[in-house]
């Protein structure tokens, strides 16, 4: 095997007051993560967990684009869905209950001349190597995908 | 135990070239995600990890505002700095590398008048109950976190 290769991910945030954090990354500007008025915010950006969320569909994406790359499979366009259901008795401190995601769905829509086979074995390698679908796994969520030629 | 309080989160994505992808999020305005130039990306947004440790803040801070009202603890100020480590061979699809964090680290700096033992309870809570600290211990990378008085 070869010699590790660690690269380094950081940001920083501040508390803006209530449940509301402004997050800054590298040299981009600030963005704003809130929760709904019903989740006790001002619904000023979105909340935690659909960054995460938006962080999963978008890692599928990079990686696609790097094993499509790879595999020399090509396609036109790409779209995403995903969907995360949590039980919110977890993060309000009930025992027993994990408080993050029980299950999470992706959807894939991907336009393509690719014969289904192809397309699977893009699939398969997606899975096994991008770092956001893993994570999931690894925690033990019940992670679903469905990849939709179009 | 309570009956189960399932909530639905959800985003969805679209390709838009290269590494890149546009995310939306119910009715906020899209946000681009991409990857530094040294990765493949045009460098035009942060990358999905970035997202997900803004969400690891962002999550935290939720929790210590949720958390502090239940402990009546006060506090003025919170700022947050994180650092997750990944070994990229993992993502390029060498078997046993995990293609996810190794490790990530949390600093929150935090302006209070508490004792320092009403600081490691309101810290004790927030790490058992936080989504996004526990999605990363339950898949088994290696997390801590730091909280300084200021």
Redesign the interface.
Not at 45 to 59: I, M, Q, R, T
Not at 61 to 66: D, E, H, Q, R
Not at 138 to 141: L, R
């Given at each position: 095997?070869?010699v590790?290769?660690?690269?380094?991910?950081?940001?920083?945030?501040?508390?803006t007051g209530?449940?509301?954090?402004e997050?800054k990354?590298?040299q981009?500007e600030p963005?704003i993560?809130d929760?709904p008025k019903s989740l006790?915010g001002k619904d000023e950006?979105?909340?935690?967990?659909?960054?995460?969320?938006?962080?999963?569909?978008?890692?599928a994406?990079?990686?696609?684009?790097?094993i499509a790359k790879e595999q020399k499979f090509s396609y036109e366009?790409?779209?995403?869905?995903?969907?995360?259901?949590?039980?919110?008795?977890?993060?309000?401190?009930?025992?027993?209950?994990?408080?993050?995601?029980?299950s999470v769905n992706l959807d894939v829509f991907i336009k393509t001349e690719e014969s289904d086979e192809r397309l699977e074995q893009l699939k398969e390698?997606v899975e096994?190597?991008?770092?956001?679908i893993?994570?999931?796994i690894?925690?033990?969520?019940n992670v679903t995908s469905n990849w939709i030629k179009q």
């Open positions: 095997m070869s590790s290769q660690l690269i380094k991910i950081e940001t920083s945030g501040v508390w209530g449940v509301q954090t997050i990354v590298r981009f963005f993560v929760e006790g950006g979105p909340n935690p967990l659909e960054f995460v969320l938006a962080g999963l569909s978008s890692c994406s990079v990686m696609i684009a790097l366009a790409v779209e995403f869905k995903n969907a995360g259901e949590l039980d919110v008795r977890g993060l309000r401190g009930v025992e027993g209950v994990s408080p993050h995601f029980q390698a096994k190597r991008c770092p956001v893993n994570l999931l690894d925690a033990g969520v």
